[in-house]
């Protein structure tokens, strides 16, 4: 099991406050777990979480490339270069259809 990244493939909300979510990275609909206990889990315990909460998770977060494509993401918002950001979206475009029957 890899490690879920908050924002990006994994989200938390109040219960029932969200029908459904899409994965910021690869736009596939997410799992869901409602109704979570807070004081339990390793990924609540990091998010300080202390009620009850839903959390979706992307179905794909365990693949390689979509690993890979959370850090090109990453590195698209962190660079200040426009060009790199550019060629950083082709890479990922090119993942995403490649692993994505879009
Ligand atoms: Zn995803």
Known sequence: ???RTKGY???ITKPNANETF????CSTECDVKRNVDGFSGFIAAMARLSEIHDEFTCPNV?????EQAVRLLMEIEKTPSKRI???LKLDLEELLEEHLAL
């Open 62 to 66: 365990n693949q390689e490339w979509h």
């Open 9 to 11: 493939d994994f989200f």
């Open 85 to 87: 950001a550019a060629l």
């Open 1 to 3: 099991m890899k490690l």
């Open 22 to 25: 899409d994965c910021n990275v």
